[in-house]
């Protein structure tokens, strides 16, 4: 049995444990796992984990002057080779962009303590794009991303359980109150993964988790569950595809199911978000969003939005 924290040094230099639990979450956004059981184990090689082209190293400050941005959408490029409509709440670094092997890759970089748009001590730092969304609830209405990611570290708030940042997050709105304004439905939550030996305490792995609501407008430990969907490698280049809408029940032809589905390097995790008939709209935003200690840096290439109203 392990402790409650994600990023746990691993007792056997060639071992590395893939975790799985469902834990509890809080009002906004999840603490972390309450407890943890071994299911597997794999044996590595220990080689020196590589530093990315474009990642961040060494010592760093909360707020750095070319991260500066007046409005959350002040400090976009010109032309940027993501899609989507930038929402800025950081000062440690603006949206930048690198080309590696050819692929230009859209850079999201957060730090602990960073939001200088929203009041202090209220909400996490984040670099997101938002994309259109659907205001139609008609079975064959949906909006859709795809794109690629990179992951080089995930926030780490050390001796707590609020490790890990978001990578993205189905949105939509609902009738009958409850819950946030602007709620989210599904958020893919990246946790660090830890070396040992000559990798000891630097991030290998990611453990990606849906966290995901019970309820419209579920919030806390009783309003969402959290449940661990993959592992994958610092750095490595991950297909992902989000589509979020409404299709036929086929159990009853008069009633619909509101879906959120994701692919995920190849893996799909399909599930159909509780009390359709509430639905309002759908909403998809990516980037780097929470982080409660340490940074955050995620890479997006290749991205696409669709959208169908019906």
Same mark, same amino acid.
């Given at each position: ?106 850079? &999201? ?6 939001? =200088?748009? *929203?009041?202090?001590?209220?909400? !996490?730092?984040?670099? %997101? @794009?938002? $994309? ?58 990246? &946790? ?6 000559? =990798?000891? *305490?630097?991030?290998?792995?990611? !453990?990606?988790?849906? %966290? @995901?609501? $019970? ?79 340490? @940074? ?15």
């Amino acid at each position: 049995m392990y402790t409650s924290k994600l990023n746990i040094k691993l007792n056997a230099i060639t071992a590395l444990i893939v975790l799985t639990t469902i834990f509890a979450c809080s009002s906004e956004e999840s603490e972390g796992p309450e407890s943890i059981s071994i299911e597997d184990f794999e044996i590595i090689e220990q080689v020196p984990v590589v530093v990315a082209a474009d990642e961040d190293t060494g010592s760093y400050a909360t707020c750095n002057a070319d991260g500066a941005n007046e409005t959350r959408t002040s400090n976009d490029l010109p032309s940027p080779v993501n899609v989507g409509l930038i929402d800025d709440r950081s000062c440690y670094a603006n949206y930048k962009e690198s080309v590696i092997d050819g692929t230009t890759w859209g850079i &999201y970089n957060i730090t602990a303590g960073s939001n =200088n748009q *929203d009041a202090a001590n209220t909400l !996490d730092p984040r670099i %997101e @794009r938002s $994309l259109p969304r659907a205001v139609s609830t008609k079975i064959g209405t949906y909006v859709k991303f795809t794109g690629t990611f990179r992951i080089l570290e995930v926030a780490d708030a050390r001796g707590t359980n609020q490790d890990g940042s978001y990578i993205a997050q189905a949105k939509g709105k609902h009738s009958g109150g409850g819950g946030s304004i602007d709620p989210a439905i599904c958020l893919y939550r990246a &946790y660090p993964v830890y070396g040992v030996g000559i =990798n000891a *305490d630097k991030q290998i792995a990611f !453990d990606i988790y849906a %966290e @995901r609501i $019970l309820e419209r407008g579920g919030e806390g430990t009783s309003g969402r569950e959290i449940v661990l969907l993959k592992r994958v490698d610092k750095n490595a280049q991950v297909d992902f595809e989000l589509e979020v809408g409404f299709k036929q029940d086929p159990n009853n032809a008069s009633k619909k199911i509101h879906y959120c589905n994701a692919v995920i390097g190849g893996e799909t995790f399909n599930w159909d978000i509780p009390e359709a008939d509430r639905a309002t709209e759908s909403k998809i935003r990516y980037g780097a969003y929470r982080v409660k200690g340490g @940074r955050a840096q995620i890479r997006w290439a290749n991205t696409k939005s669709e959208k169908v109203e019906i």
